[in-house]
């Protein structure tokens, strides 16, 4: 599992393999607040594959990306 440090959060990537062969994207933001840490699961919204693991991983720390961007900026129901 390759992890990535974005903006003060880990991001985990653990895009899987599919018995069709394709990759599916998946990712974890990993998140330390006050002796806690809480792990956000990231999926795609759409049903997608990728032909190969580092696509999905890219596609995943994307959507990770806009996740920790919308909890800085207020737009993922926090402020």
Known sequence: ???????GHTIELASA????GG???RATVVIEEEKR???IPIFGRRRASFDSKREADSYALELSKLWVDGRIWGGNGRS
């Open 17 to 20: 393999k599919l018995r069709s």
């Open 37 to 39: 840490t809480k792990k």
């Open 23 to 25: 990759w599916v994207a």
């Open 1 to 7: 599992m390759r992890k990535v440090s974005y903006k």
